[in-house]
Each structure stands twice: as C-alpha cells, then as structure tokens.
C-alpha cells in the first residue's frame, strides 16, 4: 500500500459530480472515487455483471418491471465535516436521493435519459419546485437496506445502467454543504486537486473488505495471480492532465506514468512499427495489447443551427454533401495511422445489435457532393471559388476543434474536404472542457466526437440520436419522430434479429438526414511498462486501477 501508481489523463476533469460529469476523464476519477450500485466483472469475457454495494444481483419480478435490491451493511462514506463528526452509512435513500438528483433542472444532468420516463411516477419529479426525495412509486425504501426500483416497462439494459459511473451513490449532506472535494464510498479518496493538471488519491481507509473472486474467463493467469487478494492493491494514484499528445506519449517513454491508454494514433509511429511493437522497446519489457474499442468517432452538426440545421431537403443536401467530402480511408491511413476500422453505422464491432454485413451509402464521393449542392442552390455566384446559400448570402462554416496537434491535423483535413466542394470554414479551438460546455448550451455548430460505450448494447449508442434527448446525449439535437418511434420499439426487445431489423431501419434514417458524419471505430493499442502487474483493458470500465500492482 506503499507504492504509487502514475496515470495520465487526456483532458482536464469537468465536475467531479456523477450526475453532471460526462467526459471520460472525469468518469475515470468517479469511478473510482464512488460506487455504483453494481460492478463489472473484471476478466470475465462476454462481459458480465456482479454485486458491489449489494449482497447479491439484483432479484427482478416475472415481468422484468420491479428490482430489488439489498444493501450490504457498514459501507461507510469517507468522512466529511458535512456528517458532523459521526461515521455516515451508505443507505437505501441515499441511492434514491442520487438516482432522483438527476431530475434537477438545474444540474441539466446529462445522463437523466438512462431514467426520464422509465420510473414509475417519475413526472412527479418535474412538476413544481424540485425535490430530490419527493416520494414516487418508482423508488422506495422498504427498510434502510432495501431498495426497489420500479419502472414503466421492461428494461432489458437496466442492470448495465445500474452498474454505471452516473449511477454512482451520493450523500445529501455533502452535496448540500458543497463540500470542496468529491465524497463516495469507492476504493479511493481525492487528497489533493489542481484542477486540471494534477490529483492524488488515497486508497480509501474506509473502504469495506473486498476479495477479488471474479471470473477467469478472461485471463486465467490474472485471475490466479489475484486470488483472494484483498482490494485495491496500491495505496496511491498519481493522476497527471497532458492535453497533448506528445506529452503523453513522452510521459510514457521517459518512464513517467506506468502505462498508456491508448497511444495517440497520430503518433504512433514513436511506439509502433508495422503495428507492432518497436523492437528497442520490446527488448526493455513494455508490452502491447491491440484491443477493438467499443466506440464510434463521429462528426455531429447542430440540427436547430440556422444554416444547416432544419429537415428541409436543402438543408439535408448540405449536411449530405458534408458526410461525402469526408474521406475515411485518408483519415485513418494518415491520422489514425491504420488504427481504426471504418464506421459503417454508429454501433462498434461486439456491440450487440452490431451488423457486420451492413454498408454506409455515406461513402466518399466529392463528385457527388458537388452535384447535391449545386442541385439545391448552393452555387458559386460571385466566382470566388466559395459556394454561397441558396438565397445568396455567404456559406461559411463554424467548426469547433481541440486546441491540440491532433486538433490542427483533424482541421487541416477538414479543410481540404470541404475546400474540395466549395465550402468554407473556419475553425474554433478550444478545450476540451469549454468545448462540452458549449455543446451543451446548442452554440455549437459541427464538432467531432467520440462516444465510448457505457454498456455493451446497441441503444447505448442510438439513443445519443433520440429526440427527447436532445440537449444532453443528443448532441446533435435531432428529433425525428419516425427514429424515435423506431427507437421505442427496439428498446423492448432483447438482441434478436427482430430488433436488428429496426437498427435497420434507424440507420437508413440517420444516413438520409445526416445529422452525424460516420468517422471510424477506432482500436486501441495499449502500452504497459514491465514492472506493472494485472493489467487487461477492460472494454466497459474506465479504469482498473483497484486491480493493478506494481513490482519495482
């Protein structure tokens, strides 16, 4: 518990708040930081769920609506001057009290999708002055152990949704005394926050005994190695914030952090040769592991902006012509560096509901991105080599953009693409953080993004297209009836090759109106240094850091 384990992040953290977070920097903090009702499985492969603030899984009625749960007993938050001195024990209404606070207009939490309309009663929660416990028949409290969770319809993905980061558990006492640093239940407490640069965590002295037992599916030799071991295994994390790439990458190399995930495919070339590992490298023991991501890069466009938002056929043409300029297999031989596999609908490869047969019309064609907008009225009319819009004002677009080295190579190649059909555009950079903030206020008008999954299942990722989550997932605020509808009815199916037809179905919509440019789906290649032990990415969880261990 001596030893310190060096982590980097990509981007500075946003709210250390599960109910408002949503970068997956932050969400690697708070989940380690907090807990949520359930766990995934470490190694297990196909994933699986397990217990981790219950005794047991969940115990769900015979028509799949009411979910009980029971607490384990003397789980304890870390002390906080909020509980007055006195130890404070993890309760039933604490999980009501976090589950409901996302009901809050005023937090705009953007995870409230995984329960608007999906717990009973739920509308109560929006009518008049908010009130995070106001009592609904969708979570009650049996007794101080018990909760049961009722809801509208069946869910077939409610279980991954517990075992969620936004699902993490709260106290009220601490959220109402706006207590300076996070306070949880999980394997770790925040001791020092340079916000933005740097943070410390403490393995959490509080925290109830936990012996690995998960599965040896994945990894056999982990799982033997990890046996009955009590966790965490290291008593400090060491967390540092480099924005950009060469930072992380030299971080690694010069021997600074214990491992890389994943290494920036731009830069590659300073790890990797010929996809393996370079064999100066390899001979100092760092390993490699080259791992599918479950997730989807992708260009969205503000639906409600007044150039190129709207379902009208010019504006539809324009966002069209936009997906054709795009050349994916440029962009992932010379950015990606051959580290991504084209998008061919938003769901990755091992998502369920993911179609290896099905093919994007949405290829790369600027012959026919031309044609479409010289077709509806986006011409050149004064010769100065730029398109201008149908009623002849100027066409200029409003690209927002990392304000990175990769940011500027992604820029530069968006230029050209769009230079190639006659489109400006000009580019906002900015960081990361700035950027969510202005995504979520709809002053955005297109901007790349990258949706890791939060469970392994097909609406993960259409919902982030559902109209009544326009604002918050759906960036692109798209509302389309006929997609939503669709969406509903998937939504009560199981993986089948039912639903799949509706997948279908909602992925001939998003390429019609074009809401979303489909990028690539990228893989991770993954760098450890010799003296790290335990270490296998996880395709869900954000971190492993409760696992690992250090031998140097």
């Known amino acids: ?65 009411t979910y009980t749960l029971t607490l384990q007993r003397g789980i304890r938050f870390t002390p906080d001057p909020a509980f007055g ?33 999906k717990l009973a009663g739920d509308t109560a929660l929006t009518q008049g002055k908010f009130d995070p416990m106001r009592p609904i028949a969708g979570l009650t409290a049996p007794d101080s152990h018990t909760l049961r969770i009722v809801l509208n319809r069946p869910d077939n993905n409610f279980l991954y949704i517990l075992a969620m980061p936004a699902l993490s558990v709260v106290a009220h006492e601490t959220i109402a005394a706006r207590t300076a640093f996070p306070i949880g239940t999980g394997p770790y407490l925040l ?35 990890l046996h009955a071991r009590s966790l965490p295994l290291i008593g400090h994390i060491d967390v540092r914030v480099l924005e950009e790439q060469q930072a992380r990458v030299l971080a690694f190399l010069n021997r600074d952090i214990d491992y890389l995930e994943p290494v920036p495919a731009p830069l590659s070339g300073m790890v990797l040769e010929q996809g393996q590992l370079k064999p100066a490298l390899a001979s100092q023991g760092i390993t490699l592991a080259l791992t599918p991501a479950m997730s989807l890069d992708y260009l969205w466009m503000n639906m409600e902006d007044p150039v190129l938002g709207g379902y009208a056929l010019p504006q539809i043409a324009l966002r069209r012509a936009i997906g054709y300029s795009y050349d994916r297999a440029e962009d992932i031989r010379v950015l990606s560096k051959g580290l991504a596999i084209p998008a061919e ?21 600027p012959a026919l991105a031309r044609a479409l907008l010289e077709r509806f009225g986006y011409r050149d009319r004064d010769g100065d080599g730029w398109r201008e819009q149908p009623d002849g004002s100027p066409l200029t677009l409003t690209m927002h953009t990392l304000a990175s080295t990769t940011g500027r190579l992604r820029d530069e190649l968006w230029s050209r693409s769009l230079k190639a059909i006659g489109i400006r555009v000009v580019f906002t950079s900015g960081k990361f953080t700035d950027l969510l903030k202005a995504a979520r206020l709809g002053q955005v008008q297109l901007l790349e993004a990258e949706w890791i999954a939060d469970f392994p299942d097909g609406e993960n990722f259409y919902q982030l297209l559902y109209g009544p ?41 998003v390429q019609g109106y074009a809401p979303w440019v489909l990028r690539t789906h990228p893989v991770s290649a993954d760098v450890q240094q010799p003296w790290l ?15 690992l261990d250090l031998e140097r």
Do not use: C
């Open 1 to 65: 518990m001596n030893k310190t384990l060096h982590v980097v992040l990509q981007n500075g953290e946003t709210v250390l708040d599960p109910a408002q977070a949503s970068d997956i920097n932050t969400l690697s903090l708070i989940e380690n930081i907090f807990d949520a009702p359930l766990r995934y499985d470490y190694l297990a492969r196909p994933l699986a769920l397990r217990p981790n603030l219950t005794t047991a899984m969940p115990t769900i009625s015979a028509d799949g609506t």
């Open 85 to 117: 001195g006195k130890p404070r024990e993890l309760v039933a209404t604490d999980l009501i009290y976090s589950m409901q606070r996302h009901y809050d207009p005023a937090l705009k939490s953007p995870w409230l999708f995984l329960l608007d309309g």
């Open 191 to 225: 001791r020092e926050w340079q916000r933005n640069s740097r943070l410390l965590l403490d393995a959490n002295p509080d925290y109830r005994r936990t012996v690995f037992d998960d599965s040896a599916s994945g990894n056999p030799a982990i799982a033997r190695a």
């Open 345 to 365: 609908s938003p769901l990755p490869p091992n998502v369920f509901g993911y179609d290896a047969a099905l093919r994007s019309d949405a290829g790369y064609d």
């Open 469 to 509: 989550n326009a604002g918050s997932a759906n960036r692109a605020r798209f509302r389309l009836p006929a997609f939503d509808r669709l969406y509903e009815q998937a939504q009560q199916l199981p993986d089948s090759p039912a639903r799949n037809l509706l997948y279908r179905d909602m992925n001939r919509l």
């Open 533 to 547: 032990r335990h270490y296998q990415r996880h395709p869900v969880m954000l971190t492993t850091w409760r696992y």
